[in-house]
């Protein structure tokens, strides 16, 4: 039997027995650190952060950053794999009895999952400068930066219950927007894509901050790092013109 023969055997075997997938096979998108969310198996892992637990302080502290890393959105990624499991589950056995709870599932940490890559990747101990490309779309969409800044602060201190203030590409219009997200994505618009997300789940600030959580997206600002989101925001534009 050739290698050729070998694989093709594998393959009828494997397309009768399962759902054809194969992820190593899928280019990675590597915008946002997006590309280390996913292992090249097809399943979803913690990526780490890319600066120490303590390269926040003052404005964010080390012990919020350690839980909020390594036990929150590790339960996250826990999630999103055991929704996908059980949804590729459902089809093999043609039993879709609990297809509602696990679609549900597959959102609630697909969001967090991808939403906390995203975060970690936006903040960090530099903050550079926005490129002159980014800061043509902020005052095409918003009028100046400092009108950004004002509604992109009062959305996410609105958000009502757990969320997500976030700063998005409208591809569409070709303009940027602030939107709302509760819990890690309803009041969503599908087309949009994340550019600057700030999570305003109480686990993200309650330990330094407690309710004041107007503070802590204040904070948040502060440790933007703006060179890292111009240059995402370059690669999501090229995906699109
Ligand atoms: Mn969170």
Redesign the pocket.
Known sequence: MTKRDFILGAAAVGAAATIPFNASAMSKIKVNGLDKAVDDAGNYILPDLPYAYNALEPYIDEQTMKL?HDK??LGYVKGLNNATQQIKQAIESNDFSLIKHWERELAFHGG?HF??TI?WNVMGPKQGSRSRELESYINKSFGSFDSFVKLYTAAANSVEGSGWGMLSYEPAADKLIVMQGEKQGNLTQWIQIPVLPV?V?E??YYLKYQNRRSDYVEAFLKVVNWEYVSEQFDKTLSLYK
């Open positions: 909020h929150h959105h967090g939403l906390h975060f999570d789940w686990h993200a």
